[in-house]
């Protein structure tokens, strides 16, 4: 760990090159020394390293699969069943596609992804110690703490989920080991903590940046920003991965009623999902052209019409048996081209599938430029649906559920579904709507769900994995060896 945490400490002053050239500060004074002596002097400063850390969710890192969040939404949608890999392309993500990379333990991905949630939380906790201090107002001052508590209560939360056993609501308190839990800017090795700890300091943390964001409205369009919608928003959906539905349903509909967010047009719902101005997008990333190397990114694997080997011979296409619960008169129904005959290609040199996915349009087939969802109105409406049908609140459920799928699909009528058929009837709806977004491995671990890729269109000699039992250790990502080897605190996974 400490040698890890070095590295953060280089990530942190990186949070400048924003406003100023990277290069220049790491070359002419030791990290530490730059950190100390120039970020954190003044309110410009603080800002600028919390920027710093909305600009490490999109970055390149050190490979072309190594793209800040980007990544792991993909590899999220890789390792369920909603989403089919046409072909093997150029490599990339196949193994995570084949749930080989997240169990190999040297892997540079796997690497990647662990440390990419770990520079946040120690930027993080390098900006909530030092803002106190700085001379400046007390609104800049809470309103970058709250932000600064979000991202660590996000990074927690994104992480325990991975490598760590599924939070049990019938097993209190869950004990089963979790993650290094860092509220401190610290270079010293860390144990893991329980399931259990690990939520309870990231509901403290979106708690506090509740209390620090109250009254702080965030600029126009500054979606990658946090305010107190997304926060609600963060709990919510905390809430719904340790199946307390009240607090699910509450905070959902904290979002939906006071956000001052509406569900998308249709005309919106097919231009290409790549603008954070869109009326239903809450929390996005927003890269620009000289922020964005080509062949990175999600636009770079998860668009149609962006021109890269990967795309070109490997659009990623939708499971055949979901696409076929959509009716002909939702609109989402128009994201996919089940024939692969039906919409025009890019251009010629692109391969033509079944179930190919129209959803994701990157900038051009030159420019894998696009925003990034990583929050929407819809979903908020999907974890009130799920948490009231939990609680029995069948027509709540039933309520919450009509009012996105009727906007979806004017044909559609309230369900009558009650008890099991209605939870089942929200859960298709949820994988329709979210697709290729960053939800699937996570929503099949937090239910106790098993992978089950068998009779749709997933080829088993490119998947490799057709089924994952629950209970499989597998389900959990190991830790990798440069971790292990920098801390002998850290007990891997079976």
Same mark, same amino acid.
């Given at each position: 760990?400490?040698?890890?945490?070095?590295?953060?400490?280089?990530?942190?002053?990186?949070?400048?090159?924003?406003?100023?050239?990277?290069?220049?500060?790491?070359?002419?004074?030791?990290?530490?020394?730059?950190?100390?002596?120039?970020?954190?002097?003044?309110?410009? $400063?603080?800002?600028?390293?919390?920027? $710093?850390?909305?600009?490490?969710? *999109?970055?390149?890192?050190?490979?072309?699969?190594?793209?800040?969040?980007?990544?792991?939404?993909?590899?999220?949608?890789?390792?369920?069943?909603?989403?089919?890999?046409?072909?093997?392309?150029?490599?990339?993500?196949?193994?995570?596609?084949?749930?080989?990379?997240?169990?190999?333990?040297?892997?540079?991905?796997?690497?990647?992804?662990?440390?990419?949630?770990?520079?946040?939380?120690?930027?993080?906790?390098?900006?909530?110690?030092?803002?106190?201090?700085?001379? +400046?107002?007390?609104?800049?001052?809470?309103?970058?703490?709250?932000?600064?508590?979000?991202?660590?209560?996000?990074?927690?939360?994104?992480?325990?989920?991975?490598?760590?056993?599924?939070?049990?609501?019938?097993?209190?308190?869950?004990?089963?080991?979790?993650?290094?839990?860092?509220?401190?800017?610290?270079?010293?090795?860390?144990?893991?903590?329980?399931?259990?700890?690990?939520?309870?300091?990231?509901?403290?943390?979106?708690?506090?940046?509740?209390?620090?964001?109250?009254?702080?409205?965030?600029?126009?369009?500054?979606?990658?920003?946090?305010?107190?919608?997304?926060?609600?928003?963060?709990?919510?959906?905390?809430?719904?991965?340790?199946?307390?539905?009240?607090?699910?349903?509450?905070?959902?509909?904290?979002?939906?009623?006071?956000?001052?967010?509406?569900?998308?047009?249709?005309?919106?719902?097919?231009?290409?999902?790549?603008? +954070?101005?869109?009326?239903?997008?809450?929390?996005?990333?927003?890269?620009?052209?000289?922020?964005?190397?080509?062949?990175?990114?999600?636009?770079?694997?998860?668009?149609?019409?962006?021109?890269?080997?990967?795309?070109?011979?490997?659009?990623?296409?939708?499971?055949?048996?979901?696409?076929?619960?959509?009716?002909?008169?939702?609109?989402?129904?128009?994201?996919?081209?089940?024939?692969?005959?039906?919409?025009?290609?890019?251009?010629?040199?692109?391969?033509?599938?079944?179930?190919?996915?129209?959803?994701?349009?990157?900038?051009?087939?030159?420019?894998?430029?696009?925003?990034?969802?990583?929050?929407?109105?819809?979903?908020? *409406?999907?974890?009130?649906?799920?948490?009231?049908?939990?609680?029995?609140?069948?027509?709540?459920?039933?309520?919450?559920?009509?009012?996105?799928?009727?906007?979806?699909?004017?044909?559609?009528?309230?369900?009558?579904?009650?008890?099991?058929?209605?939870?089942?009837?929200?859960?298709?709806?949820?994988?329709?709507?979210?697709?290729?977004? +960053?939800?699937?491995?996570?929503?099949?671990?937090?239910?106790?769900?098993?992978?089950?890729?068998?009779?749709?269109?997933?080829?088993?000699?490119?998947?490799?994995?057709?089924?994952?039992?629950?209970?499989?250790?597998?389900?959990?990502?190991?830790?990798?060896?440069?971790?292990?080897?920098?801390?002998?605190?850290?007990?891997?996974?079976?």
């Amino acid at each position: 760990m400490k040698r890890i945490l070095y590295i953060f400490i280089a990530f942190a002053v990186s949070g400048v090159s924003l406003t100023s050239c990277k290069k220049d500060y790491l070359n002419t004074a030791p990290t530490e020394s730059v950190e100390e002596g120039i970020v954190f002097v003044d309110m410009k $400063g603080a800002w600028a390293a919390l920027n $710093g850390i909305h600009r490490a969710m *999109y970055k390149d890192y050190d490979s072309q699969d190594q793209t800040g969040q980007s990544t792991v939404m993909i590899d999220a949608d890789m390792m369920g069943d909603d989403l089919v890999m046409t072909s093997a392309g150029n490599n990339w993500f196949v193994a995570n596609y084949q749930w080989v990379t997240h169990r190999n333990t040297s892997a540079a991905h796997l690497k990647f992804v662990y440390y990419f949630y770990y520079r946040i939380i120690a930027n993080a906790n390098k900006i909530i110690e030092k803002i106190d201090g700085i001379p +400046g107002s007390d609104a800049d001052k809470r309103a970058i703490k709250g932000e600064a508590l979000t991202y660590r209560a996000w990074a927690h939360f994104q992480l325990v989920q991975l490598f760590a056993k599924r939070y049990d609501a019938t097993t209190k308190p869950n004990s089963q080991d979790g993650i290094p839990v860092l509220t401190k800017f610290t270079i010293e090795a860390q144990p893991r903590v329980s399931v259990e700890e690990v939520y309870t300091q990231v509901n403290k943390d979106l708690n506090d940046a509740l209390t620090n964001l109250s009254g702080y409205a965030r600029t126009s369009g500054a979606k990658s920003h946090f305010d107190s919608t997304v926060v609600w928003g963060l709990k919510a959906r905390v809430a719904l991965t340790m199946q307390d539905w009240t607090n699910a349903a509450a905070n959902a509909e904290l979002v939906i009623k006071k956000g001052g967010y509406s569900l998308m047009s249709n005309t919106d719902y097919v231009r290409g999902f790549n603008n +954070g101005d869109n009326a239903e997008w809450i929390w996005a990333s927003r890269p620009t052209d000289d922020q964005t190397t080509a062949f990175n990114g999600f636009f770079a694997y998860m668009s149609f019409n962006f021109s890269s080997t990967n795309i070109r011979s490997n659009p990623k296409a939708i499971n055949k048996l979901l696409y076929a619960k959509l009716t002909a008169t939702d609109v989402r129904a128009q994201l996919w081209d089940s024939t692969g005959k039906k919409y025009p290609l890019p251009a010629p040199n692109f391969i033509r599938y079944p179930y190919m996915n129209q959803k994701f349009l990157a900038k051009g087939t030159g420019s894998s430029v696009g925003d990034v969802p990583y929050m929407r109105l819809a979903e908020m *409406y999907l974890i009130d649906a799920e948490a009231n049908a939990q609680l029995s609140k069948d027509g709540a459920a039933a309520d919450a559920l009509y009012t996105l799928v009727n906007n979806r699909d004017v044909n559609y009528v309230r369900s009558t579904n009650t008890g099991q058929a209605l939870k089942d009837e929200i859960a298709i709806q949820r994988r329709l709507e979210l697709w290729g977004e +960053g939800f699937r491995f996570l929503d099949l671990k937090r239910k106790n769900e098993a992978l089950d890729r068998s009779g749709a269109n997933h080829d088993p000699s490119l998947a490799s994995i057709m089924k994952m039992p629950v209970g499989d250790a597998r389900w959990q990502w190991l830790f990798p060896q440069d971790e292990l080897n920098a801390n002998p605190k850290i007990v891997q996974n079976p």
